[in-house]
C-alpha cells in the first residue's frame, strides 16, 4: 500500500496544535477493556499477514522490518483478525535508520474495514506518516482520497532521526488523536508531536471492527530502515454475533419434530460466551418448545423440540460476563409432514354383498390431522370383496377374513374384517 502525500496548508499549520493528552497520560487511559493485539517484541509474527517482501526477511532481530534499506519498497503489515473500533488506542514503537529520502518514504496506520465475519468490506482509513529533509507531516485518508486533514509537525520532529518514536492512536468514538514522543529526546516539549482530528470511524469503516496494521513506503530515490519494535491495541470489549440463528434445514423450515439450532459469536477479549435461547411466539394451541441446551457456554448449538406445526418466533441471547451482549431473532417453521394413518372403523363384520363404509386421516408427525387431506389409495389384499375409490367395501359371496389396505404416498395401513 502506498503512503499517499499531502502538502499541508497555511490554514492546517495555523490549526495544527490541537490540545490533546501526552502520551504518558494516553497509556495510563483505563476506559478500554481488553487487549486485542500485543506484540512485544516481533520474536515471533504469528497472527500478521504480510504483503510485498517477496523472499525478503520480514524481521531482524525482535524488530518488525517494514523497509530494509531499498528505494520504491511497498510494503504492508496486517493482523489476522478484526479487532473493534468503538474506542481503542493503538500504541506502537517505531524507528527509522540509514534514511537518505526525499519526500517520497514514510509508513501508515491501516485500518480496513470489516464485516460481521471478520471479512474486508472494501472500506479504509489510513494515517500517514511522512518524513523528508524538511519536516514531517501528517495525513488522514479515507477510501483512498484525502480529507481535508493534512497536519504539518511542530518543526523540530524528525521521525528518520534514528531514534525510537513511541506512538498512540487513541479513538473515543468521536476524536482521533495521535501522539509521538522520541524518549532519547530529553526534557523537551518538542519532542512531541500531537494532533486530534474528528471522524466517525463507524461511518468511515462500514462498521464497529477493522483490520488493523501497517503499510511502509521508499521513494524512487530514497532509501531507510523502517522498523517497528512493538504493538498493542486495545479496544473496547465487543460482542458480535457473527452468523444468524439457523436450523440444520434450509430456510429455517423443519419437516420433523425436532432441529438442532445454530449462531456464531465473537467477543473481542475472548472472554467465554453464554448462549440463551427464548420463544417469544409459538403457534395457537401448541406447547412452548424446550431445549436440550440452555443458558450456558455449551448451548450454541442446542437440539429444539417442537409439539405442533406452525411459526415459531425464537431469539438468543449471547453475553460474555463483562455486561456485553447481542440478541438475534429467527423465525423457524415447523411444517406438517405425513406419518401415520389412522383407519375406521379398525374391525367390522359385513354381511355377504352388503356394504362397510370405511375412512381413513392422514396425520402429522405430532399425531395431528393434516389440514389439507391428501388422496388415497383403497385396496383389498386378501378376502373377497371390492372398495370403491371413496373407501365404500362391498363384501363377497364367501365367509371368511377379508384386509383392506390403504396407501398415502410411502404410507400403508390396513384392517381386518370378516365377512359374516
Do not use: C
Not at 55 to 76: F, H, I, M, P, Q
Not at 179 to 190: F, H, M, V
Not at 320 to 332: C, E, I, R, W, Y
Amino acid at each position: 500500500m502506498k503512503v499517499v502525500h499531502f502538502r499541508s496548508s497555511s490554514r492546517a499549520r495555523r490549526n495544527r496544535w490541537i490540545e490533546t493528552p501526552k502520551l504518558e497520560t494516553l497509556e495510563r487511559r483505563q476506559f478500554l477493556s481488553a487487549t486485542q493485539i500485543n506484540y512485544a517484541d516481533f520474536s515471533s509474527t504469528a497472527g500478521l499477514n504480510t504483503t510485498g517482501y517477496g523472499s525478503a526477511a520480514t524481521t531482524s532481530g525482535t524488530s518488525l522490518v517494514l523497509t530494509d534499506g531499498a528505494a520504491n519498497e511497498s510494503r504492508g503489515v496486517l493482523f489476522n483478525q478484526a479487532v473493534p473500533i468503538d474506542s481503542f488506542t493503538d500504541y506502537f514503537a517505531y524507528h527509522a535508520t540509514d534514511a537518505q529520502v526525499g519526500a517520497g518514504s514514510g509508513f501508515s496506520i491501516v485500518m480496513d474495514g470489516a464485516s460481521s465475519n471478520g471479512t474486508p468490506n472494501g472500506n479504509s482509513v489510513v494515517v500517514n506518516f511522512t518524513f523528508n529533509n524538511t519536516a514531517s507531516t501528517y495525513s488522514i485518508v479515507q477510501n483512498g482520497a484525502a480529507s481535508s486533514t493534512t497536519l504539518a509537525s511542530n518543526g523540530t520532529v524528525d521521525l528518520h532521526d534514528g531514534g525510537t518514536w513511541y506512538t498512540a492512536l487513541t479513538y473515543d468514538g468521536s476524536q482521533l488523536s495521535v501522539s509521538l514522543r522520541n524518549y532519547s529526546i530529553t526534557g523537551d516539549e518538542q519532542a512531541y508531536d500531537r494532533f486530534s482530528v474528528p471522524i466517525d470511524l463507524a461511518s468511515a469503516l462500514g462498521g464497529n471492527q477493522a483490520i488493523a496494521g501497517f503499510s511502509a513506503t521508499t521513494g524512487s530515490n530514497d532509501t531507510a530502515n523502517q522498523s517497528l519494535d512493538k504493538w498493542t491495541f486495545s479496544g473496547s470489549d465487543v460482542l458480535t454475533i457473527t452468523s444468524a440463528p439457523a436450523t440444520a434445514s434450509a430456510n429455517n423450515v423443519v419437516a420433523g419434530t425436532s432441529t438442532t439450532m445454530s449462531v456464531g459469536a465473537v467477543d473481542t477479549a475472548n472472554n467465554p460466551m453464554t448462549y440463551d435461547w427464548s420463544v417469544s411466539s409459538i403457534p395457537n394451541g401448541a406447547a412452548m418448545p424446550t431445549f436440550s441446551l440452555n443458558n450456558s457456554s455449551s448451548a450454541a448449538s442446542p437440539t429444539i423440540k417442537f409439539h405442533k406445526d406452525g411459526t415459531y418466533q425464537l431469539a438468543v441471547t449471547v453475553s460474555d460476563g463483562d455486561g456485553n451482549s447481542a440478541t438475534q431473532n429467527v423465525d423457524v417453521v415447523v411444517q406438517q409432514v405425513a406419518t401415520s394413518l389412522r383407519i375406521t372403523p379398525h374391525s367390522a363384520v359385513v354381511h355377504r354383498g352388503k356394504h362397510q363404509q370405511y375412512a381413513v386421516m392422514v396425520l402429522d408427525q405430532f399425531g395431528h390431522a393434516l389440514r389439507s387431506q391428501p388422496d388415497v389409495s383403497w385396496s383389498i389384499i386378501h378376502g373377497t370383496g371390492s372398495i370403491h375409490s371413496d373407501g365404500l367395501f362391498t363384501a363377497g359371496q364367501k365367509k371368511g377374513h377379508y384386509i383392506v389396505q390403504v396407501t398415502v404416498d410411502d404410507l400403508t395401513g390396513t384392517v381386518s374384517g370378516a365377512i359374516g
